[in-house]
T-cell receptor
């Protein structure tokens, strides 16, 4: 069964304290892995798509990487405005739907 | 600006009542989706539609119904058969899955 597990469930960081969020996945064949950011009471906002092991993408303080079994979202020198829930999702080959993890709730304190 | 509009933002349903959640997009996207989000759980797919007048059940379609009469619109009806409808409902669309989904701002449905 296709599955996505995110860890940790919650993460508290001091402003400027870099860290990483993990997304482990099991899928019959990976078509794509997606990262989203979700603010409270709002819909998720698309961040990145990764397709193959070794691929990396960056956006401001965020960098996403992909291996054959997991993806990491690295946050460098985070700011309070980076506080949000970060969602990971995978799409298997031959399907149209995304399978989401439960997310990591990130809080960055000044 | 292009985007997805969900309405209402908050909705209250009485026991035994059917309610309809609206989802409209002006992005010219072919595919549209409905997800349900509960605390501590990942988003779960209810229904999706790749083209007008066609839609498929997702993982948790029981107690829900949809229609896709226009490209821009994909309303979701929560019927009285849905036993636990209290949740945050998200509508999304995509033109190319590699670009990810564009989500609406959600409707929070509460049973009273």
């Amino acid at each position: 069964e296709d599955q996505v597990t995110q860890s940790p469930e919650a993460l508290r960081l001091q402003e400027g304290e870099s860290s990483s969020l993990n997304c482990s996945y099991t899928v019959s064949g990976l078509r794509g892995l997606f990262w989203y950011r979700q603010d409270p009471g709002k819909g998720p906002e698309f961040l990145f798509t990764l397709y193959s092991a070794g691929e990396e993408k960056e956006k401001e303080r965020l960098k996403a990487t992909l291996t054959k079994k997991e993806s990491f979202l690295h946050i460098t020198a985070p700011k309070p405005e980076d506080s949000a829930t970060y969602l990971c999702a995978v799409q298997a080959l031959g399907t149209d739907k995304l399978i989401f993890g439960t997310g990591t709730r990130l809080q960055v304190f000044p | 600006d292009g985007g997805i509009t969900q309405s209402p933002k908050y909705l209250f349903r009485k026991e035994g009542q059917n309610v309809t959640l609206s989802c409209e997009q002006n992005l010219n996207h072919d595919a549209m989706y409905w997800y349900r989000q509960d605390p501590g759980q990942g988003l779960r797919l209810i229904y999706y539609s790749q083209i007008v007048n066609d839609f498929q059940k997702g993982d948790i379609a029981e107690g829900y119904s949809v229609s896709r009469e226009k490209k821009e619109s994909f309303p979701l009806t929560v019927t009285s058969a849905q036993k636990n409808p209290t949740a945050f409902y998200l509508c999304a669309s995509s033109i190319d899955r590699s670009l990810g989904y564009t989500f609406g701002s959600g409707t929070r449905l509460t049973v009273v």
